[in-house]
C-alpha cells in the first residue's frame, strides 16, 4: 500500500523525513513532471539523478519509479535539497526535509497528511496542485507555485524554477542569491 514495500519511495520519504505524508508522497510519486520551459528540464534531471544516488548506496531501484521521466515527488526532494545546499546547509536530512516542508507549504499540501487524507480528498487537491505548477496556473507572483514571491519583479509564470527558487530564497533570508 502507498509504495511502502518499495525501497526507493521510502529511500525519498526518509530524505526528507516524510513521516506525516505517505499518502501525499505517494500521490506526488505517482504523478510526472513535465518542463514547461528549456531551463527547468535541468530540475527534472536533477530529480532522475535522485535515482542514481540510491542505486550507488543500495543497488536497484525498486518497482515504484518511473523510469523514464522525473516524478513531482523527485522534483521536490531534488528542490529542497538544493535549496538546502545553497543556503549553507550540506544537504542532509534535516536541512532537506526543512525545505521540503517549505514546499508543501508554499503548494498549500501541509494539511494532506495521512491523519486528513480522505477527509480533505487528498487526490483532487494533489492532482490540482501538480497541474497548476505543471503547467504554470498560478499567479503572476508564483502565488499557487513553488515559490511565490511578495515583491515579484516579473511574471514568475515565465521564470525558469532555478530563478524562481533563487528570488524566493533572496527575499525569505538574509542571503543574496541574485544571479545577473
Known amino acids: 500500500m502507498y509504495g511502502q514495500e518499495d525501497p526507493y519511495f521510502n529511500w525519498l520519504c526518509a530524505t526528507v523525513n516524510n513521516r506525516d505524508y505517505i499518502q501525499l508522497a505517494w500521490a506526488l510519486h505517482k504523478r510526472k513532471f513535465q518542463a514547461k520551459l528549456p531551463m527547468d528540464k535541468n530540475r527534472g534531471m536533477d530529480g532522475i539523478r535522485l535515482r542514481v544516488d540510491f542505486m550507488e548506496r543500495y543497488g536497484e531501484l525498486g518497482s515504484s519509479v518511473n ?104 527575499e525569505n533570508s538574509d542571503v543574496n542569491l541574485t544571479i545577473d
Not at 545546499?85 to 508554499?106: C, D, P, Q, R, V
Not at 491523519?115 to 487537491?125: A, I, M, P, S, T
Not at 514571491?149 to 524554477?161: F, P, T
Request: aromatic share 14%; proline share 1%; net charge negative.
Open 67 to 170: 523510469r523514464t521521466g522525473c516524478t513531482m515527488l523527485e522534483l521536490l526532494v531534488a528542490i529542497a535539497k538544493k535549496m538546502s545546499f545553497l543556503m549553507g546547509g550540506n544537504a542532509e536530512h534535516h536541512h532537506t526535509a526543512y525545505y521540503f516542508s517549505i514546499l508543501l507549504k508554499n503548494l498549500k499540501l501541509e494539511k494532506l497528511t495521512d491523519d486528513n487524507w480522505y477527509r480533505l480528498n487528498g487526490e483532487f487537491f494533489v492532482e490540482d496542485t501538480v497541474f497548476r505548477v505543471v503547467d504554470r496556473q498560478y499567479d503572476y507572483n508564483g502565488n499557487g507555485g513553488l515559490f511565490p514571491l511578495h515583491n515579484a519583479s516579473e511574471d514568475q509564470r515565465g521564470v525558469d524554477i532555478w530563478y524562481q527558487m533563487h528570488a524566493w530564497l533572496t
